[in-house]
């Protein structure tokens, strides 16, 4: 879906699953940090900011292919988080393998299950802005598939579904102990028009959009988990937004959690002989 604000046009793109995908595990019951935790975490004198670790900012263009930009966002955000090499995916290649070679959007529960199977080539390997795979070379084709499987995520665990406060704490623990969340949100002028502290007001509206939540903000005042905002990843460049980030809200996962399947991304693979422990049904 195309979508004008400001004289630019955007892609949005986040398809609508006709059932919920329930493919991978959910983060175990009980995991999740109350405030309290939380607080302790975010006292830590020294704490590196994410996005300070994680500055690289993507754009998507008028594509709808938010989904691999988000999706391989998560995984350079968690691989510089866990102090790993620094890499940039190719997200043109992923959206032409999830979503059959159209520019028609995708859904968050098929990248992640690509990424698990066989991963993500790097940027370099592909023509950027090559979403259909007849727009690449046989050789290139082969030396990216070659290449994605030496970059496959390993573990994603899923949010709990259909009670928005559990979703939300699980998702406020995963950011905190490091680990980014694919989200997704509807969207329409509130979302790209919000100010420039990077708050936007909950937006139903024109379109679904894929976001990567990185880290929190306002943990040391809150005075309940809804109090706290995440910084999130948006995936049309630097000018969008407060220099491609903005603040997520409870309100902004309200609607989202009961259509798509947030996941964090809790590992990512550094040699070929690692294996895959996600669970996949």
Request: hydrophobic share 35%; net charge neutral.
């Amino acid at each position: 879906m195309k979508f004008e604000f400001n004289g630019e046009v955007y892609g949005l793109g986040l398809q609508m699953p006709e059932t919920i995908p329930l493919s991978f595990a959910e983060v175990p019951v009980g995991s999740s940090m109350d405030l309290a935790q939380l607080k302790h975490i975010y006292a830590t004198v020294g704490r590196a900011h994410a996005l300070e670790v994680y500055t690289r900012r993507k754009q998507q263009g008028q594509r709808s292919s938010c989904c691999a930009y988000a999706a391989t966002t998560a995984m350079e955000a968690k691989r510089r988080l866990d102090h790993k090499e620094d890499v940039e995916f190719g997200p043109e290649h992923l959206y032409a393998k999830i979503n059959g070679g159209r520019d028609a959007g995708a859904m968050l529960d098929d990248a992640m299950k690509e990424l698990v199977a066989r991963g993500c080539c790097l940027r370099a390997a592909i023509k950027y802005q090559a979403y259909t795979l007849n727009e690449m070379t046989m050789e290139q084709r082969r030396f990216a598939e070659q290449q994605a499987f030496d970059y496959r995520s390993l573990d994603w665990h899923k949010m709990p579904h259909g009670n928005l406060d559990a979703c939300w704490a699980a998702t406020l623990t995963a950011i905190a102990t490091r680990d980014p969340v694919l989200m997704a949100v509807h969207c329409g002028n509130n979302f790209f028009g919000c100010g420039p502290d990077g708050v936007c007001k909950p937006d139903r509206g024109p379109g679904n959009h894929a976001v990567c939540g990185v880290e929190l903000h306002g943990v040391e005042t809150a005075k309940s988990l809804r109090d706290i905002k995440i910084w999130t990843v948006n995936s049309h460049g630097s000018r969008a937004m407060k220099n491609g980030c903005y603040l997520h809200t409870y309100d902004h996962m309200s609607e989202p959690c009961n259509y798509h399947q947030h996941c964090a991304c809790r590992s990512v693979r550094t040699s070929p002989d690692e294996q895959v422990s996600t669970l996949l049904s």
